[in-house]
């Protein structure tokens, strides 16, 4: 099992910055994806941003392309996402996401249902 703990949300006036971490723990592995998801009320659970755990390449929803950055840190079993320029409507819950699939050189998984391993999730508000 892999246990995923979420920190480093809470609340920012619009234009401000945060950044969110995820630990890794358990059956930690080398390959497959970590992404970070968020969903806000009565909206679904929508994909952010996706990094391959091997080569740390990158990938990101047009809504935060050049204000959001994943990565992470193998060692330390460890994600980020550096949040920049932050506006209202990137008010969220934000979970962070792991799987162990290995894909195509130039494919990544964009849906919530591919998976398994899901944190407990960080709220992160933006004031107006």
């Known amino acids: 099992q892999v246990q995923l703990v979420e920190s480093g949300g809470g609340l920012v006036q619009a234009g401000g910055s945060l950044r969110l971490s995820c630990a890794a723990s358990?059956?930690?592995?080398?390959?497959?994806?970590m992404a970070w998801f968020r969903q806000a009320p009565g909206k679904e659970r929508d994909f952010v941003a996706v990094v391959r755990r091997s080569t740390g390449d990158t990938y990101y929803a047009d809504s935060v392309k050049g204000r959001f950055t994943i990565s992470r840190d193998n060692a330390k079993n460890t994600l980020y996402l550096q949040m920049n320029s932050l506006k209202p409507e990137d008010t969220a819950v934000y979970y962070c996401?792991?799987?162990?699939?290995?894909?195509?050189?130039?494919?990544?998984?964009?849906?919530?249902?591919?998976?398994?391993?899901w944190g407990q999730g960080t709220q992160v508000t933006v004031s107006s």
């Open positions: 358990g059956r930690t592995f080398s390959s497959g994806y």
């Open positions: 996401a792991a799987n162990s699939a290995i894909y195509s050189s130039n494919y990544f998984p964009l849906l919530s249902a591919l998976y398994g391993y």
